[in-house]
């Protein structure tokens, strides 16, 4: 199975940033980009019929601007890319995204929280970088002055899961 960077998407601009990284990450080692949008119901919203339906069409405005951003910040980019969509805890779909894909590493968009508010809310990227045996990029802000061509950025190679890590 051909290698892959899997990127979450969800419209905002720290996504968009995560886009354009990712896309630079895999045009370098010469991966397939799988853009991700995972529609995600928060538990508090689904507890009541009066605010399921209207968090069900947010979720759709939400989609359709994560493919129009997409397609926007990775047009002209020769990337081989695709954009899935998976409902779910966004952590785990991207997760089982990257699994499926043979993914050398999962990029998101991600801002600092405050500790307690993480708590209570769960992050993403707090999630992944925990629970994710991978390689993990979370990109904050407008990094872009990163070039992962240029080699001011990490590098990032595709490489069998069959290999081995030697000890120091």
């Known amino acids: 199975m051909e290698r892959s960077v899997i ?4 419209g905002t601009g720290d996504s968009r940033n995560a886009l354009a990284r990712a ?3 895999a045009r370098a080692a010469g991966l397939t980009l799988v853009v991700v949008y995972v ?3 928060p538990v508090l919203a689904e507890m009541s019929s009066m605010t399921i339906g209207p968090a069900r069409q947010n979720l759709d405005l939400i989609e359709a601007e994560a493919r ?3 397609e926007e910040v990775l047009q002209g980019t020769g990337v081989d890319w695709e ?4 409902s779910g805890d966004p952590a785990h779909a991207l997760m089982a995204m990257a699994d499926d894909r043979s993914a050398a590493a999962i990029v998101v968009g991600g801002r600092p929280h405050n ?5 209570l809310t769960g992050s993403v990227d707090a999630a992944l970088v925990h629970r994710f045996p991978g390689s993990v990029l979370i990109v904050r802000g407008d ?3 990163w070039n992962a061509a240029s080699g001011s950025g990490p590098a990032l190679r595709a490489v069998s899961s069959q290999s081995t ?3 120091d």
């Open 7 to 10: 990127v979450g998407v969800d």
């Open 143 to 145: 990094d872009s002055a």
């Open 83 to 86: 954009f899935v969509v998976r």
């Open 39 to 41: 529609r995600h119901i």
């Open 23 to 25: 896309a630079e990450l």
């Open 115 to 119: 500790a307690a508010l993480s708590g």
């Open 68 to 70: 129009r951003a997409s």
């Open 165 to 167: 890590r030697s000890s």
